[in-house]
């Protein structure tokens, strides 16, 4: 992929903690964007404890994906916090998916077709970035 002559940069943001909120650099300017996978908005059962005081001050476009079963913080509760500060963000659903992204068996999707159109959405997200 041609890049204007630069590579862009990848970074994951990690949770060095159960505790502690996502470490991310929100400053770096060579950053094209962030992608979270499961973000623990809040700990499982205390949606009042949000972790998201830090998100506003990342400017980078982020990518959200999300299960629609995770305990650390649902897709509705992600769309209030994206539209409450305004966030450069897009919202990626994993239909059935835990935190993990994994999904119940009853379910009859097969895990690996799930992580393969989550690969395939997080690719056309960081392709339509680099347009």
């Known amino acids: ?10 970074d994951a943001a990690t949770n060095s903690s159960r505790k502690s909120e996502p470490r991310v650099a ?35 476009p982020m990518l959200f994906v999300q299960g629609s079963r995770d305990a650390f913080g649902s897709p509705d509760e992600l ?27 009853s379910s009859g999707i097969p895990q690996d077709e799930v992580y393969d159109s989550t690969r395939d959405a997080i690719s056309a997200w960081i392709l339509k970035l680099a347009r």
């Open 26 to 60: 929100p400053s770096a300017g060579d950053i094209a964007g962030l992608v979270f996978l499961g973000y623990p908005l809040h700990p499982p059962g205390r949606p009042d404890k949000l972790r998201d005081a830090h998100l506003p001050q990342i400017t980078a």
């Open 79 to 105: 769309r209030a916090t994206i539209k409450k500060h305004h966030l450069p963000a897009t919202l990626h659903i994993v239909e059935g998916g835990d935190h993990s992204l994994k999904v119940a068996k």
């Open 1 to 10: 992929m041609d890049c204007g002559g630069s590579t862009p940069r990848a």
